[in-house]
């Protein structure tokens, strides 16, 4: 009676490793860019108790320099209101670069509540 082996080659174990590896370097790349949306959305909604379109902007200035935010200032923000409510709202867009020309192009927005 023939016996098969089973498990995984050395090449699927090398291309599993690689895949693994490539998704390990991705996620760590994109993971700083959640936390700053986070520290962004928690600034938008700080700004929006500000009284005047200037005032929000300072707040969220403010809070962006405490929360080292450099993807977004204070004048890229949208200030309407809503009701009784001011709102605060952005959109803005990350780049990261992947290898040669390719990038992963990130597309954040949000709004206070």
């Known amino acids: 009676m023939k016996h098969r082996q089973r498990g995984i080659s ?7 490793g690689g895949v ?10 994109v ?7 986070q520290a962004i959305t928690k600034a938008a909604n700080k700004a929006s108790g500000g009284s005047t379109v200037p005032e929000i902007r300072a707040i969220f200035d403010k809070a962006g320099a405490i929360d080292d935010i ?7 923000l949208e ?7 001011t709102v605060v709202a952005f959109a803005y867009t990350r780049e990261i670069h ?5 990038y992963l ?6 709004r206070s509540k």
């Not at 693994?20 to 790349?29: D, E, H, P, R, Y």
């Not at 992947?98 to 390719?102: C, E, I, Q, S, W």
Request: charged share 15%; aromatic share 8%.
């Open 79 to 85: 200030v309407s209101k809503e009701g009784d409510k």
């Open 31 to 37: 993971l700083p860019t959640l936390i700053e949306l």
């Open 10 to 16: 050395f090449i699927g174990l090398l291309f599993v």
């Open 70 to 76: 450099h993807s977004i200032s204070g004048k890229d």
């Open 98 to 102: 992947m290898a040669g020309p390719a």
């Open 105 to 110: 192009l990130l597309k954040y927005n949000g």
């Open 20 to 29: 693994v590896g490539v998704a390990f370097v991705l996620a760590a790349q």
